[in-house]
T-cell receptor, first 114, second 110 residues
Framework: EADIYQTPRYLVIGTGKKITLECSQT?????MYWYQQDPGMELHLIHY???????EKGDLSSESTVSRIRTEHFPLTLESARPSHTSQYLC?????????????FGDGTRLSIL | TQLLEQSPQFLSIQEGENLTVYCNSS?????LQWYRQEPGEGPVLLVT?????EVKKLKRLTFQFGDARKDSSLHITAAQPGDTGLYLC??????????FGSGTQLTVLP
């Protein structure tokens, strides 16, 4: 059973605010990921981490930043939110090991910037 | 440029019909995964295929990996309203990240 949690589920906030999206997993997975997804569309990888103090940018350029100070926690931060950041953000984790490990997803944060 | 193209993008069918969803690429993948995503939730893994030509069955769902490991298909027999969702294929190229397809939004009408 996957245990990965994202908060908040929904966030509506004004332009220029600093936002942090939380993601925590209780499975002890080393690998964690952040994806951006517009409704009904594909997932675009924006950040990933292979362990504590390891973070990399994904294929889709993003103005967000991430940190990985603890294995279970992988927060995403937007320093100054803009309407173009409106989207759904999905966090995922997977085990280290063979390359075809499944990714376990949280239920996402739907972000709307006014 | 979309690395993994899924077709059709949208599919609406009646309960009891059969359907096939395709996932195509010009790149070779070491493995390919299929996920289903329901509204308001994250994607959930359905299957992983690894070997070229591999066929896996999951109840009424049949997954096939192309011989050249560049494409895959998902066939659903006797679709039910509970099959409604966004179906995503995801390919593993470099053992580091997954590349997700463009998705097929399936609606099964009762």
């Amino acid at each position: 059973e996957a245990d990965i949690y994202q908060t908040p589920r929904y966030l509506v906030i004004g332009t220029g605010k600093k936002i942090t999206l939380e993601c925590s997993q209780t499975m002890g997975h080393d690998k964690m990921y952040w994806y951006q997804q517009d409704p009904g569309m594909e997932l675009h990888l924006i950040h990933y981490s292979y362990g504590v103090n390891s973070t990399e940018k994904g294929d889709l350029s993003s103005e967000s930043t991430v940190s990985r100070i603890r294995t279970e926690h992988f927060p995403l931060t937007l320093e100054s939110a803009r309407p173009s950041h409106t989207s759904q953000y999905l966090c995922a984790s997977s085990e280290t090991g063979v390359s075809n490990q499944p990714q376990h997803f949280g239920d996402g944060t739907r972000l709307s910037i006014l | 440029t979309q690395l993994l193209e899924q077709s059709p993008q949208f599919l609406s069918i009646q309960e009891g019909e059969n359907l096939t969803v395709y996932c195509n690429s010009s790149s070779v993948f070491s493995s390919l995964q299929w996920y289903r995503q329901e509204p308001g939730e994250g994607p959930v893994l359905l299957v992983t295929v690894v070997t070229g030509g591999e066929v896996k069955k999951l109840k009424r769902l049949t997954f096939q990996f192309g011989d050249a490991r560049k494409d895959s298909s998902l066939h659903i027999t006797a679709a039910q309203p509970g099959d409604t969702g966004l179906y995503l294929c995801a390919g593993n190229r470099n053992a580091r990240q997954l590349t997700f397809g463009s998705g097929t939004q399936l609606t099964v009408l009762p």
